[in-house]
Protein backbone atom coordinates (compact mmCIF):
# COMPACT_ATOMS: atom_id res chain seq x y z
CA UNK A 1 0.00 0.00 0.00
CA UNK A 2 0.75 3.22 -0.71
CA UNK A 3 2.42 5.25 2.18
CA UNK A 4 2.68 9.15 1.15
CA UNK A 5 0.25 10.89 -0.83
CA UNK A 6 1.66 11.45 -4.06
CA UNK A 7 2.04 7.64 -4.18
CA UNK A 8 -1.47 6.97 -3.50
CA UNK A 9 -2.69 9.36 -6.11
CA UNK A 10 -0.02 7.78 -8.62
CA UNK A 11 -1.36 4.50 -7.76
CA UNK A 12 -5.04 5.46 -8.41
CA UNK A 13 -3.49 7.23 -11.75
CA UNK A 14 -1.95 4.39 -12.79
CA UNK A 15 -4.93 2.33 -12.32
CA UNK A 16 -6.73 4.33 -14.50
CA UNK A 17 -4.41 4.40 -17.31
CA UNK A 18 -3.89 0.45 -17.17
CA UNK A 19 -7.43 -0.08 -18.02
CA UNK A 20 -7.40 2.38 -20.90
CA UNK A 21 -4.30 0.39 -22.28
CA UNK A 22 -5.96 -3.09 -21.72
CA UNK A 23 -8.33 -1.67 -24.00
CA UNK A 24 -6.00 -0.18 -26.38
CA UNK A 25 -4.52 -3.32 -26.16
CA UNK A 26 -7.39 -5.76 -27.02
CA UNK A 27 -8.79 -3.78 -30.07
CA UNK A 28 -5.39 -3.67 -31.69
CA UNK A 29 -4.72 -7.62 -31.00
CA UNK A 30 -8.20 -8.64 -31.91
CA UNK A 31 -8.19 -5.81 -35.34
CA UNK A 32 -4.75 -7.83 -36.39
CA UNK A 33 -6.03 -11.11 -35.82
CA UNK A 34 -8.93 -11.15 -38.55
CA UNK A 35 -7.31 -8.96 -41.02
CA UNK A 36 -5.07 -12.14 -40.43
CA UNK A 37 -7.88 -14.28 -41.01
CA UNK A 38 -9.43 -12.36 -43.69
CA UNK A 39 -6.93 -10.20 -45.24
CA UNK A 40 -9.88 -7.98 -47.00
CA UNK A 41 -8.84 -4.17 -47.81
CA UNK A 42 -10.95 -3.32 -45.37
CA UNK A 43 -9.71 -5.62 -42.11
CA UNK A 44 -6.26 -3.90 -43.29
CA UNK A 45 -7.64 -0.63 -43.22
CA UNK A 46 -8.98 -1.22 -39.67
CA UNK A 47 -5.87 -2.92 -38.18
CA UNK A 48 -3.72 -0.37 -39.56
CA UNK A 49 -5.64 2.65 -37.79
CA UNK A 50 -5.81 0.94 -34.83
CA UNK A 51 -1.82 -0.19 -34.64
CA UNK A 52 -1.49 3.53 -35.80
CA UNK A 53 -3.55 4.96 -32.59
CA UNK A 54 -1.48 2.67 -30.20
CA UNK A 55 1.60 3.74 -31.30
CA UNK A 56 0.42 7.23 -30.81
CA UNK A 57 -0.69 6.75 -27.01
CA UNK A 58 2.87 4.76 -26.78
CA UNK A 59 0.58 1.39 -25.32
CA UNK A 60 3.26 -0.08 -28.09
CA UNK A 61 6.18 1.07 -29.66
CA UNK A 62 5.98 2.40 -33.26
CA UNK A 63 8.44 0.33 -34.47
CA UNK A 64 6.46 -2.81 -33.48
CA UNK A 65 3.37 -1.17 -35.24
CA UNK A 66 5.24 -1.10 -38.65
CA UNK A 67 6.49 -4.44 -38.18
CA UNK A 68 3.05 -6.07 -38.16
CA UNK A 69 1.44 -3.71 -40.73
CA UNK A 70 4.62 -5.21 -42.68
CA UNK A 71 3.61 -8.94 -42.30
CA UNK A 72 -0.38 -7.67 -42.81
CA UNK A 73 0.53 -6.28 -46.16
CA UNK A 74 2.88 -9.15 -46.77
CA UNK A 75 -0.29 -11.91 -46.62
CA UNK A 76 -2.29 -9.38 -48.31
CA UNK A 77 -3.01 -11.29 -52.05
CA UNK A 78 -1.96 -9.52 -55.19
CA UNK A 79 -4.12 -8.27 -57.45
CA UNK A 80 -2.56 -9.81 -61.24
CA UNK A 81 -2.47 -7.31 -63.47
CA UNK A 82 -1.39 -6.85 -67.36
CA UNK A 83 0.49 -3.78 -67.05
CA UNK A 84 3.51 -5.80 -65.49
CA UNK A 85 4.15 -7.69 -68.85
CA UNK A 86 5.22 -5.92 -71.45
CA UNK A 87 5.56 -6.44 -75.63
CA UNK A 88 9.35 -7.83 -76.33
CA UNK A 89 9.81 -6.06 -80.03
CA UNK A 90 12.67 -7.40 -82.41
CA UNK A 91 14.84 -5.09 -83.62
CA UNK A 92 16.10 -6.20 -86.84
CA UNK A 93 19.35 -4.73 -88.71
CA UNK A 94 19.05 -4.49 -92.22
Same mark, same amino acid.
Given at each position: ?? !?? +?S @? *? %?AL??D =??? #?? !?? #?? !??SS?KT *?? $? %??? #?N?? =?E??R #? @? ?5 R *?AKK +?? !?????? @??L $??R?? $???? &? $???? *?? +? &? %?QT??K??
Open positions: MP !IT +K @A *A %KRR =KRR #QL !IN #QK !IRY *AV $K %KAR #QPT =KNL #Q @AYSVLD *A +KV !IHRNKA @AR $KSLT $KKTP &K $KKTS *AG +K &K %KSKSS
